[in-house]
């Protein structure tokens, strides 16, 4: 209350020297008015301090939480531990870097965003903006036209046919374990895997060493059901 009473000091002999100085200048009524002004103000900013001290004490009986208790307790909602959430940071800068880059297949790529988005740690501030919304969104504008090559070739869809098959000739990647890659470059025909019409013209793009690999892999790993 010590600062309220300075402040109140102040105020009145503020009050008395604007009086002094306006007195011999003023009529009666002026200087009447001149005070009962005066005297408002000094009431407002009465009232003013003592609001302000009840702020005071208030922030001052205010128990600040430490910041590694606040991160804690955010971390414990999640069920993760510190290393966890440093693990999942890491593979978020990965998966964006590859994003960035267009390290494909893309449908690789949006397969590990959803596992992303489906684990809790997501739903931390850190994480959620860039987990739901920016790494879908340059999902969204990654085009995968930048790997046609010149050499790529096109396909009339006939009757019979299915990704597998077409995938699985000759000409194309001799493996229908690559038909993924096939319905990736026309995703603007294809709305459906199980699902592809006569005349419908497909471009057929070259695999990557690194798809090649792994689609003979599949291949070489497929065992058929046993025949009853």
Request: with cysteine; aromatic share 10%; glycine share 4%.
């Amino acid at each position: 209350m010590k600062f309220a009473k300075y402040i109140a000091v102040v105020a009145s002999l503020l009050l008395f020297i604007s009086a002094s100085t306006f007195a011999q200048e003023m009529t009666k009524e002026e200087w009447q008015n001149e005070m009962t002004r005066q005297k408002a103000k000094l009431e407002s900013l009465t009232k003013e301090v003592g609001t302000l001290q009840t702020d005071v004490t208030s922030l001052k009986n205010t128990k600040i939480q430490n910041y590694d208790d606040c991160i804690g307790e955010l971390y414990a909602l999640v069920g993760a531990t510190k290393a966890d959430v440093d693990n999942f940071r890491k593979v978020v800068s990965e998966l964006e870097g590859k994003i960035n880059r267009k390290e494909g297949p893309k449908a690789d790529r949006a397969q590990d965003v959803l596992a992303l988005r489906q684990n809790k740690i997501s739903a931390l501030p850190e994480f959620f903006n860039k987990v739901n919304v920016e790494l879908p969104k340059a999902l969204d504008e990654w085009t995968e036209a930048s790997n046609i090559k010149e050499s790529d070739i096109n396909y009339s869809v006939v009757k019979g046919d299915c990704l597998w098959r077409i995938a699985g000739k000759k000409q194309h990647y001799g493996n229908g374990f690559a038909w993924p890659k096939i319905y990736q470059a026309n995703r603007d025909q294809i709305k459906n895997a199980n699902l592809i019409f006569p005349k419908q013209n497909f471009k057929i793009p070259s695999l990557t060493q690194d798809e090649q690999v792994k689609y003979d892999k599949l291949k070489k790993n497929y065992k058929p059901a046993p025949v009853k």
